[in-house]
């Protein structure tokens, strides 16, 4: 269905008379009926009731409408905001993966934006293995992301700004919370709450399926007992008492007060990590690297 055709059906909702419609872009009558009927058979249904007294809806016609104007906005809202960022000459668009990372990276980019108000920053969240091929594409200049790797493909130059470790979050009532560290092997028989892969912001998807890499590096076999879709959902088990969380250690500040993060010994490290093409760094780039390591170095 063409722009020109979605047009025409809107106009005809809105005014409800043929020849109108048809004036208003500029159609004939013939022509414009024509474009309605064809629409009605690509979509399947009739989207009008039409006689020689009046025009009206149909009862599926109403619905489609609804969503067929929202569909404009948003394509239109789309279009806009890709002309302004054509439009920016001082723009860079990173990529980010993962809530945690966002959460760690919020008060640096902010900082940023202050001390350089004439760079604009685009900021669009993304699961870890989209950022490479979008990097490729020129899509995003930069990807912020959170993994355990510390090699990449020769394209590409990297930056290691901090390393993460996991912790293992308990309820106080826990037999564990009382521990100064836990050995992986300790939590084969707990109920591990951890998160559907489908989650907002991919926060699995950023930094792999952990409990299988630690299966693989210690030899033991841990399990997802409990799954659920966000990061609060699973404090809330934990503070529950119903199972056990392994989250960043960034994150640490949000856990409830009936709760404890203890160390997991000999765990995954990961790092935060800032990944841009090398062939197409910028001035731009280049300015928001420099002061992106700056500011990891002056916090450590």
């Known amino acids: 269905m063409t722009s020109q055709t979605i047009n025409a059906i809107l106009a005809l909702a809105d005014t409800l ?24 058979e690509e979509v399947g249904f009739k989207i ?19 969503f067929l104007r929202q569909a404009t906005y948003l394509y239109r809202f789309g279009v806009n905001c890709s002309r302004q960022m054509m439009k920016a000459e001082n723009c860079l668009n990173i990529g980010i993966s993962a809530t945690f990372v966002c959460m760690e990276l919020a008060p640096i980019l902010l900082q940023f934006e202050e001390e ?8 669009f969240p993304m699961p870890m293995e989209d950022i490479p091929v979008k990097l490729r594409n020129g899509i995003i200049d930069i990807g912020l992301f959170f993994t355990e790797k510390t090699k990449f493909s020769s394209d590409f ?14 309820n106080i009532k826990h037999p564990l919370s009382q521990r100064k560290s836990i050995f992986p092997f300790e ?9 559907q892969t489908n989650v907002q912001l991919h926060e699995i998807a950023s930094y792999g399926p952990l409990l299988a890499m630690l299966n693989k590096k210690h030899g033991i076999r841990l399990e997802s007992r409990i799954v ?3 990061t609060q959902e699973q404090l809330m088990h934990v503070a529950c008492n119903h199972g056990i969380a392994l989250l960043a250690s960034s994150i640490a500040h949000v856990i409830p007060k ?6 997991i010994e000999d765990g995954m490290k990961f790092y935060i990590t800032a990944l841009w093409n090398k062939k197409d760094e910028s001035r731009l780039t280049k300015v928001f690297l420099d002061d992106l390591e700056h500011s990891y170095n002056t916090n450590k």
């Open 17 to 40: 008379n043929f020849s109108k419609a048809a004036a208003g872009m500029n159609i004939t009558q013939p022509a414009f009926s024509r474009m309605i009927s064809r629409a009605e």
């Open 48 to 66: 009008f009731i039409r006689n020689t007294r009046f025009v009206s809806l149909t009862h599926e016609g109403e619905s489609f409408i609804t």
């Open 116 to 123: 350089h108000p004439d760079i604009c920053l685009n900021k």
């Open 157 to 170: 130059s990297f930056m290691a700004l901090k390393k993460i470790s996991f912790n293992a979050v308990v």
């Open 187 to 195: 939590l084969e028989s707990e109920n591990i709450v951890t998160l």
């Open 228 to 230: 659920v879709p966000s």
């Open 258 to 263: 009936n709760t404890v993060t203890i160390p």
